[in-house]
């Protein structure tokens, strides 16, 4: 889960590329490198931390490397070998005429580094992916043409790639390639682009071809060859990206998390159009490709995710048994494809991944379709790899979110699932058309909500302040909100490393309740509804044990004032689509605590957007 970029062309790299690696920081963040064709080598430059520091290392470099036009460049999220500058890529062979920047795994690279140092090969580094430098370093001896040596080496390759690579003697030429790893040509006026994501160079062009497995691409400044495994030309599809660059911008907002919290209205409006247009009109979901006899067929439904996308899928396990009836297991990917799970033709599988490509889901939904499952994906990207695997694809178009830190994605997942529930329990004739009704009435609203409290944040940023020196913080909830609680609590600790735990309101009393005193906040969400009471008196307990406690609320009962130290008011709404409402305070808590605190709120401390490691 790094971020490659690379050009061939007519325009001065340097810029291309530190821009294009800025835009993919999101996949890692914790060394950066870039190499460039300058008068008569390749020359190779890296750092460890930030980019920031490449491009101070760059600085007296800027006018030698000013004239050249073609180059890769790589950011990184160890896995094999620590952040140092020697692991960073690119990586070189022995004699620095072949240069490689690599996302992905290569699983056996013990084997080949074994046979390359048995031929002379000399490492330098830990990682995995200097054995794909000597190897095609080697090819390229026997071949003396790029483009057949990257062919011959990625035959010995095991595992995941991207790979983008040069040769000093063959100026202007960049091969890439890849396998189970994101890879995108961006097809320019004045050249060619490679990277990971659209992002990297969509300022660049909207043009673009999605390099498929195994596939390898030759790229020169004029020219765009793709061959097939067996040599074969192939005729590209180029693809107009729908993306526009402001979407990369923080529009003024300090930022990225705190312009895409601010989004979230829009979000919301987006996924409802065509959809959903009146309360009386039904749930129009033409991407579920389930016929109403399948969806009447299924016996269970199995979702899988990790982290924030989990807890989303938490809560579509309380809409969907409520509204259709339907058994639903919810399980992290990386448990579900570790055990023998009980996944049929009768089981409706759904993953639910921002990025799409995160590993553990990605190889979660691969068993589950061999196993004949239907495969319905939510996700953010519908070029991932999961929409790929997809019989049905729900795209939550929540636009590009940048930090790394997922809020935005939430919301998004949350409007898909809600949507999902009302389409089924429609087709399925399972819950009353008046409480449907009432339901899509009310979600029709709830935009409008969550601006009001948009408005209302500088309440919420001082609860933050109050807060904000805690060392560990408790949120507690009951029912639907309880996925609500494990989703504030892990805002809070991946951007500002307090302790943040969630628990069902009604567990406090079996354990976590010896943790509290008097310095210890617990948030307790208190929706209007059917455990209203519950938490309540849940809420009295840990009072009783002198913690401080803070409310979040859409009620107006005059106990609370004297039982919370500290209360946020939410507007009122039906309690099963409150989680939405819910989620947004909790999201500027954990914003303005780590802003309080001087966390780098958007690239958060080893964390990367996409994981794409197992
Ligand atoms: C938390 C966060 C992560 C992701 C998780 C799954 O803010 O972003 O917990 O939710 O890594 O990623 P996706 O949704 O891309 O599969």
Known sequence: MCGIVGYVGKNPVLDILLDGLEQLEYRGYDSSGIAV???????????????????????????EISKSTSGIGHIRWATHGAPTVVNAHPHTCNCGNLVVVHNGIIENYVQLKAKLEARGCVFRSQTDTETVAHLIALKYGETKDLTKAVALATKEVEGAYALEVMHNDEPDKLVITKRNAPLIIGIGEDGYYAASDIPAFIKHTNKAIYLSDNQIATLTPQSLKIQDENGAEITPKIEQLPWEPVALSKMGYKHYMLKEIHEQPDVIRNILVGKLHTSDSPVKLDEVKLTKENLKDLTRIQVIACGTSLHAAMIGKYLIEDLCSIPVDVEASSEYIYRKTVTDSKTLVIGVSQSGETADTL??????????????????????????????????????????????????????????????????????????????????????????????????????????????????????????????????????????????AGELKHGPIAMLDEIMPVLSILMKGSVYEKILSNSEEARARNAQMIALTNSDDSKLENLFDFIIHVPDVDEMLSPILAIVPLQLIAYYIAEFLGKDVDQPRNLAKSVTVE
């Open 37 to 63: 064709k300058c008068k008569d080598n390749i020359n190779v430059y890296k750092a460890v931390g930030k980019l920031k520091n490449l491009r101070e290392e760059l600085t007296p470099h800027a006018y």
């Open 363 to 504: 190889t979660a939904i691969k068993q589950a379709k061999e196993k004949g499952s239907h495969i319905l994906i939510i996700t953010n990207r519908p070029d991932s790899a999961m929409a790929r695997e997809a019989d049905s694809l729900l795209s939550v178009n929540a636009g590009i979110e940048v930090s790394v830190a997922a809020t935005k994605s939430y919301i998004a997942q949350l409007t898909s699932f809600y949507l999902l529930a009302l389409y089924m329990a429609e087709i399925k004739g399972t819950t009353p058309a008046d409480v449907l009704k009432k339901l899509k009435s009310e979600m029709l609203i709830l935009p409008q909500k969550i601006e009001q409290i948009l408005a209302n944040k500088e309440h919420i940023q001082k609860c933050a302040r109050k807060y904000s020196s805690t060392r560990d913080f408790i949120y507690i909830a009951r029912g639907i909100n309880y996925p609500t609680a494990l989703e504030g609590a892990l805002k809070l600790k991946e951007i500002s490393y307090i302790n943040a735990t969630g628990y069902p």
